[in-house]
């Protein structure tokens, strides 16, 4: 199970921190990852991170985000800095094994201009 939490509402140029705690089956999640969807859009990568920790980013928020764990992997964070409306979403965080694909609940993110 996941649960994620952090989202709020920031103004612009400013940072939030979303938390997602992961439950159950940890030593079977191969990668982590934060996604986004925002109103009227598809569900889009922000950021994996593997099991051996390398992380991977959308292009477009590289710089900006940064996807961490804990050392015991049971929680997965996604540091936003400088956020802009066009970060407003609802993030989801995902944990991928090799038979299952597991989706928190989501966070929404409000980025006022």
């Known amino acids: 199970q996941l649960q994620a939490c952090g989202g709020g509402l920031v103004q612009a140029g400013g940072s939030l921190r979303l938390s997602c705690a992961a439950s159950?089956?940890?030593?079977?999640?191969?990668?982590m990852g934060w996604y986004r969807q925002a109103p009227g859009k598809q569900r889009e990568l922000v950021a994996t991170?593997?099991?051996?920790?390398?992380?991977n980013y959308a292009d477009s928020l590289k710089g900006r985000f940064t996807i961490s764990r804990d050392n015991d992997k049971t929680t997965l964070y996604l540091q936003m800095n400088n956020l802009n409306p066009e970060d407003t979403a609802v993030y989801y965080c995902?944990?991928?094994?090799?038979?299952?694909?597991?989706w928190g609940q989501g966070t929404l993110v409000t980025v006022s201009s």
């Open positions: 995902n944990a991928l094994g090799y038979h299952f694909s597991n």
């Open positions: 159950g089956s940890i030593f079977a999640i191969n990668v």
């Open positions: 991170v593997s099991r051996d920790g390398s992380a």
